[in-house]
């Protein structure tokens, strides 16, 4: 049952529009790529490092993630359409893990192969491509599992959302050790400079902490949209 509700989630998520989108979003990640793998070859190492960082991880995972994540729910509950599906004998955690499971479906792909493809093309190190892959990963099912929850119980989700991207994410979780703990994005990126043996971001966290947390607040998202399923009205 898990596999069929995740499967109807995700023809609602990826409309045309959403998907040409996104996939304009994850193509920048692979032109940049190019542009530095034709630069100067001292620095194409760092650059391919800052562009990782700093469109990948702290603009595309998070944005993709948003889009599909929020609208999982989200959708069926804006259209009042949502009380179909709650009203066949399925258990509330399945229909949150169906949802789940096609926001990481379908996000992951758009996030990781234009991240690790270009991160390919401009560094020419298998290591940083890895890293990219590996911080993707993390990233994406650490967002989805949150912007899951914030779509099905807040009104315009997309608003809330780039709010804590540009806000929390952006600039709190650089500057404030206690915000950067509750940051998918600072564990996202030290993932990535443990891997390609880079600089960590400001308080950067373990390689175990890395992998390990944005897991956590996934699966707790989860169980809390599973919850509210139960608690609320939406008939």
Known sequence: MIARIATLVAKTQLTRGRLIGLLGIGSLTVLFGLAIGFGESFRQTSETLDMTQ????QVVAPAVALILAS???GDFVDDRTLVYMWLRPVPRWQIAAGAALASVGTALPLVAIPLTLGAYLGSADATIAAGAAAASLVATLGYAGVFLALGFKVRRA???GLAYILIWEGFLANSVSFAAKLSIGIYARSLL???AGGELPNHGSTVTAAVIWPVIAAVVAV???ARWLHTTEVA
Do not use: N
């Open 158 to 160: 997309l608003v809330w």
């Open 54 to 57: 700093g469109y990948g991880l």
């Open 193 to 195: 400079q443990h891997i």
């Open 223 to 225: 169980a809390v949209t």
């Open 71 to 73: 609208a999982a729910l």
